[in-house]
């Protein structure tokens, strides 16, 4: 099971800290995702870090302004994000299960949290 939390409403420039809680089996020898999804539009890749941690990878939009980070004695996974803009609310969700395939693909996961609501205003 995998548990976001940490969304909320921000002003533009602010900054949010996603978390990912997992349970129930252990996800350190997993690839973690993190994807959004707004109203009416597909799921988005946002960023996707290595088991060990080493390997990160972040869509273009996202670059320098979000950074993903994991603790793998704590089961979690988190996402920094920083100088958000009104074209980041979405509802933003963990990923885990990654099948070795391309990390920004949503069906490369098996494993899907709740989501947690992320909205900018300007």
């Known amino acids: 099971q995998l548990v976001e939390s940490g969304g909320g409403l921000v002003q533009a420039g602010g900054s949010l800290r996603l978390s990912c809680a997992a349970s129930?089996?252990?996800?350190?020898?997993?690839?973690m995702g993190w994807f959004r999804q707004a109203p009416g539009k597909e799921r988005e890749f946002r960023a996707a870090?290595?088991?060990?941690?080493?390997?990160?990878y972040y869509a273009d939009s996202v670059k320098g302004r979000f950074t993903i980070s994991r603790d793998n004695a704590k089961n979690t996974v988190f996402l920094q994000m920083n100088s958000l803009k009104p074209e980041d609310t979405a509802v933003y969700y963990c990923?885990?299960?990654?099948?070795?395939?391309?990390?920004?693909?949503?069906?490369?996961?098996?494993?899907w949290g709740q989501g947690t609501q992320v909205t900018v205003s300007s």
């Open positions: 990923a885990a299960g990654y099948s070795g395939g391309d990390y920004s693909r949503d069906y490369e996961y098996h494993y």
């Open positions: 129930g089996r252990t996800f350190s020898s997993y690839t």
């Open positions: 870090i290595s088991w060990s941690g080493i390997a990160k």
